[in-house]
């Protein structure tokens, strides 16, 4: 009777772990050729413990592939597929409990591609006595065609001024998550480089660095190739002085935010900021929902550590949670480089022409967005946030006060984005 017992049991135990097991199913296809992508390696991370690859395979002839993932059905999981030696993954992001199957596109590589173009360079400057600190978001649209990933040692080169000091750099790829990545000098003076894959869509970098400073400060900025959107935004209490004063136009209704169009390959951009200013403190902007200087949620009040978060303390700061906060709430500063990345758009359509006031001269004013359309993009980005946000407290991977605190400033945003929306 005993031992009957024991089989019923055992017979129970392998029901139940068969019952929460399941096959993981998906098809990649490369967007390149628009056929199937055999022979590409295919991994499964389960995020309950970080990235940890719990299962990996091969796609068929057919681009098909099986994996099975672990008992625990409560745990998400990513797959990602290399091609090329590059990872993709799928556009619907992780896989959530329940959900068996998926697919990922894949596009073949390439050193050099044609139809790159830089949409934006936003300069975010502010300043106390003794240092400027400055944020710079690039955004580089893949337009090839055929579609292709461009892969090389520097994807994207750029020029910082003279005496910067970089504290830290993220890479976004298309609908992806920012991750750090360091930008390495490009072999001339003040050239640096990103190695990160330029895959078709728009891919973001982001470097953080700092400048001495003693009340006035020189930039002339030289583009690399053309650029669609530059603009600066200097902190409440700088001064910003263009060289030409025709070239760089207020952006409407965005205090201290300055905007040129169209800018050439070499041309000098240049101009001078005076003055000290800091942008608003996460916990102040969580408090009383303050207007374009926030940049996310994340940190307790009256600090804000990761890079483009506010430009706070140096990436050799000794928070421990420093370099996990560069990746999980530099979202953020990509996608909501204060605010302003959504007013320029980014899209190539024509600017509008208006007169300015008093002058008659005909200048360039940047297309705002519907409301509506930004407030999904950005309703989108909140809905990311707070999964990557509760799967980090299961994890055990942040304070209950960073939670509390970080979770209070989402909500803040979602009611004020659905407030705009209704």
Do not use: W
């Not at 296809?29 to 413990?49: H, I, R």
């Not at 102040?284 to 978060?309: E, H, S, V, W």
């Not at 300015?356 to 360039?364: H, I, K, R, Y």
């Amino acid at each position: 009777m005993r031992t009957r017992l024991l089989q019923i049991c055992l017979l129970f135990i392998a029901l139940a772990s068969s019952a929460f097991a399941q096959n993981i199913t998906g098809t990649v296809t490369n967007g390149t050729t628009g056929k199937p992508s055999g022979g590409d390696e295919v991994a499964l991370l389960s995020l309950s413990q970080g990235m940890q690859e719990v299962g990996s395979t091969k796609t068929d002839a057919q681009g098909k592939f099986t994996l099975k993932a672990p008992g625990d059905g409560n745990v998400p999981h990513m797959v990602r597929v290399t091609h090329g030696g590059v990872s993709y993954f799928p556009r619907g992001g992780p896989l959530m409990p329940g959900k068996t199957t998926t697919e990922v596109t894949v596009y073949d590589s390439a050193k050099k591609v044609d139809g790159l173009q830089q949409m934006v360079e936003v300069d975010r400057i502010q300043a106390d006595a003794s240092q400027l600190q400055v944020i710079t978001l690039f955004a580089i649209q893949n337009e090839s065609k055929p579609p292709r990933t461009q892969v090389d040692e520097r994807t994207f080169e750029f020029v910082l001024p003279e005496g910067a000091t970089i504290q830290s750099g993220l890479a976004r790829g298309p609908g992806g998550q920012p991750i750090n990545d360091q930008p390495t000098e490009a072999g001339t003076k003040n050239h640096y480089a990103f190695s990160f894959p330029l895959k078709p869509g728009e891919t973001q970098f982001q470097v953080a660095y700092s400048l001495p400073y003693s009340g006035t400060a020189t930039f002339t900025p030289k583009p690399l190739g053309p650029v669609q959107h530059f603009v600066v935004m200097t902190a409440k209490g700088m001064t910003f002085t263009p060289k030409n004063a025709q070239r760089f136009q207020p952006m409407p209704d965005s205090p201290g935010v300055m905007l040129a169009t169209d800018a050439k390959p070499g041309e000098a951009l240049s101009f001078s900021v005076s003055g000290t200013g800091q942008f608003q403190a996460e916990g102040d902007q969580a408090a009383g929902a303050g207007g374009g200087g926030a940049m996310g949620a994340g940190q307790a009040a009256g600090r804000d550590n990761r890079p483009g978060g506010g430009l706070g303390a140096p990436i050799d700061s000794n928070d421990p949670l420093y370099d996990y906060r560069a990746v999980i709430l530099g979202v953020f500063a990509l996608v909501l480089v204060m605010g302003g990345f959504y007013v320029i758009g980014k899209s190539n359509s024509a600017l509008p022409v208006a007169a300015a006031a008093g002058g008659g001269l005909n200048v360039p004013v940047p297309a705002v967005p519907a409301p509506v359309d930004r407030n999904t993009k950005l309703l989108d980005a909140m809905k990311d946030e707070l999964f990557h946000l509760e799967l980090d407290r299961q994890q055990g991977k942040i304070t209950a006060d960073e939670y509390a605190t970080a979770k209070a400033a989402l909500d803040e945003t979602i009611k004020r984005a659905l407030a705009r929306q209704s």
